[in-house]
């Protein structure tokens, strides 16, 4: 028998291994502008460059505010996995060697810090020009200094790492090796939370003795500690083992977030009344987690016990052709795939790997039993089997190591004619857990067993770029001889990237010769890897047939990146084909040539979303983007009530549910329940928030595609979708709410069932690193230095979903482009006249209260309370009489107001608003308005009608523009002698105000007026006033239109 397994005895030491030591590179290029310091009107500058305890220093340039130094300088990273938490500090000082002499230390020019997040690959590193900061309040700093940041990894022998770590190169002081200190043993045995998203670990320590110093650990919020950590796994610390060692050591930098304690199980019944009624969200009941005081990382869902079967591989068993593995259970029958074999191994000896991951019910676990029995594919020959009592099976947390699979003699039934034939061993392992164990992802489960469709996935939306394309001018362009006289031929360059195509403007021409200039640009959006190749043409569109007169193809990939508003080189392209020149030879070879500027633009934000319910607004160049400010997670509970979505044979209905969450770059897939209207997924799912104020968005579809064929496709059915808002989350709580799944129909709103959710939003609450987010643009600096039109957004806007939709068409399982669109809102600017009423009560309720005040103002006047009439004269007066007090009055009323409406807040997060949406009085016609493509569909007749209606509405638009106008006029005509007696009346009025004004205390007149308006009804005309129907009689223009 040959062993599996080999030992290695401790006489023997393990030979010198290699490590991974990671060097950070910080190449310091330039400075601009910097500020004169040494009393000479200049600066004689040097850059100081601080990493984790490692300090150096550039050269210093004598007398120059602008100075070059092209230096590199390369520091050691402690810890790889922490990087993105640390930051380098770039400082740049006066060298006061080269000054007058009279200072006694350098000046201080500014400083920069950049964050580990924003570093870059070795390769994939841009200059980024940063504006130095000022070090106090009371600095006076300008300039910026160009920077490149990039790290690399490079192998090194064990013995490398007892050399001690390098000087600065200043020269001056040894660096200081930090010792971490460890833990005090409270905090070792406590149990923390760490979870693992896109290179970023967060820890929840149970307790927050090291930030707060109560003595009652019990009384303190936890602590959210980020730390850096490039792989996306979940990791659970619970209580260490008891012969694991529990001492480790702080990273050397970390941050701290408050974050409230674990949820506990209890009754939640409380139910929030809206006015949706079955439409609005719900608190619902249960419990999350365990009653224990272990912390599972799915701390938001329930978990779901499992039974996981684990199928190795087989020996020495007896003849057979092509062996498989049956599985059994009281409630559960499934069958393994067909074993494969090594090469070189014999034939008895097949192999599987695979998981099963068996839905488990810990009350019948007493009586039941677990049967695993080999079987001969071709024969159906019982080749020997195993049996489990479900009673006897080990349970295995997340913090536990894999359970070993184990070799287990097969055996035969009593009863079965061929136990003599069963020989050989199964090895196998069989342990209960839950969701979240590390082979459920990748495991057959019983309630989703189409796996190729039906797996719960992650998927990263492709790297967009926008792609910049400035055509200046062309040179030497063949034009057609037999133009028309006084006929200036119609040049134009056409561009092509994929599917997307631009067109410039008519070239100009100079001095008649064939130079043609546009100095226009053209906007693409290209996604790496950058495949794509550009594709210029030149044509001539004077006649009906556009000519080419020549064409150039550019790769993408090597066009240049930049990441700023720095200038980029034009360059000159030789154009190829086209119309050659005929000579008196016949046709000769002609070389056109095209000027361009070409760049891949890393400053902004390549728009996928709606702007108003966007999730990332960071740019596309890493190096620009921000630290994280927290983590949102999300617990995907379950649906309930779903309707059915296809039929089963006999008329039966089904519904495949799965789920799809999006937030940022990341989307997230749940599995495919199968066959149920009451699917219960609970997977949990983290993402890194930037900005506070975007949005996280959710639907629920039903899965066609796993029964289509591979020629055809079959589109996923919406079920309903719900969006929520981060920054109306406050800080660490946990929302567990039910939300209606609501699709608009052409015969109206229709509710498809509810979702339940369990949302988190861990951040500081109030700390700076939160506060300054709400001060910094919403979007990246490029969309405000070089701005994009609001319709070339849109366009560029749909070419990226389609890139998007394309790309993530391509995994496995795919999300399809409906399920895509649907996600973006690709319709979201459509011509709706649903739309369109609800945003004009959107404007009516923003402006109510503007009609509350005019109306509360009324019935002061009208004196309809007399008490509160006396009470607003006496205020007036106070105010009148000091003024100083109306501002600080006018803020201490907004105060109050705000403080008022803390009654009213939403204690749970908005989902879709069915009577703000007006979908409820919606009228069918304008449903299928809304419904029609583009072109339309539809006879001619429904479209005359609709024209008609659209028509009626745009003259009542019509009317209200032009009172707007009318009264705008009027004011004009004031002063304009249109009307000379009116304007003789008007000035002359103005010169009597003038006077009693200059004669008057300003006081008297204010109050006077003040009592003339809040006079009582007795004393009031009925009719309109005197200067209303002055300015009533001004002369408009709306008697010159035609």
Known sequence: MQKDDTMTTPSQPPPPQPRIVRKLIVEVLEARDLLPKDGQGSSSAYVVVDFDGQKKRTSTKYRDLNPVWNEALEFTVSDPNSMEVEEVEIEVFNDKRFGNGSGRKNHFLGRVKVYGSQFARRGEEGLVYFQLEKKSVFSWIRGEIGLKIYYYDELVEEDSQQQPPPEDAAGSQPQAQAQAQPLPETLQNSPTLVVVEEGRVFEVPAHAEICHGHPEPFQTPPVVVIEESPPPVVHVHAEPPPNQATDFQYPSEVRKMQTPGRPIGGERVRVWRRPNGDYSPKVINGKLGRETERIYPYDLVEPMQYLFIKIVKARALALNASPYVKIRTSNHFVRSKA?????????????????????????????????????????????????????????????????????????????????????????????????????????????????????????????????????????????????????????????????????????????????????????????????????????????????????????????????????????????????????????????????????????????????????????????????????????????????????????????????????????????????????????????????????????????????????????????????????????????????????????????????????????????????????????????????????QQEALRGAAIKMVAAWLARSEPPLGPEVVRYMLDADSHSWSMRKSKAYWFRIVAVLAWAVGLAKWLDDIRRWRNPVTTVLVHVLYLVLVWYPDLIVPTGFLYVVLIGVWYYRFRSKIPAGMDIRLSQAETVDPDELDEEFDTIPSSKPPEIIRARYDRLRILAGRVQTVLGDFATQGERVQALVSWRDPRATKLFIGVCLVITVILYVVPAKMVAVALGFYYLRHPMFRDPMPPTSLNFFRRLPSLSDRLM
């Open 339 to 791: 074993a494969s074999y090594r090469p070189g191994e014999p034939t008895d000896s097949p192999e599987w790997h695979q998981v099963f991951a068996l839905g488990h019910n810990r009350p019948d676990a007493s009586t039941a039993t677990l049967e695993i029995s080999v079987w001969d594919s071709a024969s159906e020959h019982f080749l020997g089997g195993v049996c489990f009592d479900l009673s006897d099976v080990p349970v295995r947390d997340p913090p536990d190591s894999p359970l070993a699979p184990q070799w287990y003699r097969l055996e035969g039934g009593a009863a079965d004619q061929s136990a003599g034939k069963v020989s050989g061993d199964i090895q196998l392992s069989v342990w209960i857990g839950t969701q979240a164990d590390d082979a459920f992802p990748e495991a057959w489960c019983s309630d989703a067993p189409y796996v190729a469709h039906t797996r719960s996935k992650v998927y990263q939306s492709p790297k967009l770029w926008y792609l910049r394309v400035k055509v200046l001018e062309a040179q030497d362009l063949h034009i057609a001889p037999n133009l028309p006289p006084l006929t200036a031929p119609e040049i134009r360059v056409r561009a092509q990237l994929g599917f997307q195509s631009a067109r410039t403007r008519r070239g100009s021409m100079t001095n008649h010769t064939t130079s043609f200039h546009w100095n226009e640009d053209l906007i693409f959006v290209a996604g790496e890897p950058l495949e794509d190749s550009l594709i210029m043409l030149v044509e001539d569109r004077t006649s009906k047939e556009p000519v080419v007169l020549g064409h150039i193809v550019i790769p993408v990939s090597s066009i240049e990146q930049r990441i700023d508003e720095r200038h980029v080189a034009s360059k000159w392209f030789a154009l190829e084909g086209g119309v050659a020149a005929c000579g008196p030879d016949g046709p000769v070879a002609y070389n056109s040539r095209i000027h361009m500027r070409l760049c891949l633009e890393g400053g902004y934000h390549v728009l996928d979303e709606a702007a108003h319910v966007c999730s990332d607004f960071r740019p596309t160049a890493k190096q620009l983007w921000k630290p994280a400010v927290g983590i949102l997670e999300l617990g995907i509970l379950g649906a309930r009530g779903l309707l059915p979505m296809k039929s089963q044979g006999g008329g039966k209905g089904s519904t495949d549910a799965y789920c799809v969450a999006k937030y940022g770059k990341k989307w997230v897939r749940t599995r495919t329940i199968t066959d149920s209207f009451d699917p219960r997924w609970n997977e949990q799912y983290t993402w890194q928030v930037y900005d506070p104020c975007t949005v996280l968005t959710v639907g629920v579809f039903d899965n066609w595609r796993m029964f289509a064929d591979i020629s055809e496709d079959k589109p996923d059915y919406r079920i309903g979708k719900v969006r929520i808002r981060v920054s109306t989350l406050e800080s660490n709580k946990v929302y567990t709410n039910s939300y209606p799944l609501l699709v608009l129909q052409r015969t109206g709103v229709k509710k498809m069932g509810e979702i339940e959710l369990a949302v988190r939003f861990a951040c500081p609450s109030l700390l700076p690193d939160t506060c300054s987010v709400y001060g910094r643009p919403l979007l990246p600096r490029m969309h405000y230095l070089r701005p994009l039109g609001v319709a």
